[in-house]
């Protein structure tokens, strides 16, 4: 059993930062791409920002320059660090990696950006 636990999450006003951390723990073995994803009220999951195995690294249009995704294979962790936040950034930020053909996902952490 895999489980993913993410944090970071908080309060932050607009044009400020915050960092992501997801940990991956239990039967491990290698982990291919990471991502986070997120969902605000009365929306619908969307993906942010992905990092494959070998490092390459995606983000949504909304969020480019402003976010930035790392993955520390030692640790199985992946981190987003949010720049610039802006009130539409608010949302539950989940995390989920994939090993094999299987798919593990985090409960999620909050961030709410006050205006």
């Known amino acids: 059993q895999v489980l993913l636990v993410e944090s970071g999450g908080g309060l932050v006003q607009a044009g400020g930062s915050l960092r992501l951390s997801c940990a991956a723990s239990?039967?491990?073995?290698?982990?291919?791409?990471m991502n986070w994803s997120r969902q605000a009220p009365g929306k619908q999951r969307e993906w942010v920002a992905g990092?494959?195995?070998?490092?390459?690294?995606n983000y949504i249009d909304s969020v480019k320059g402003r976010f930035s995704i790392s993955r520390d294979n030692a640790k199985n962790t992946v981190y987003l660090q949010m720049n610039s936040l802006k009130p539409e950034d608010t949302a539950v930020y989940y995390c989920?990696?994939?090993?094999?053909?299987?798919?593990?996902w985090g409960q999620g952490t909050q961030v709410t950006v006050s205006s």
């Open positions: 989920n990696a994939y090993m094999g053909s299987k798919n593990y």
């Open positions: 239990g039967s491990i073995f290698r982990i291919n791409s």
């Open positions: 990092i494959t195995g070998g490092g390459s690294r």
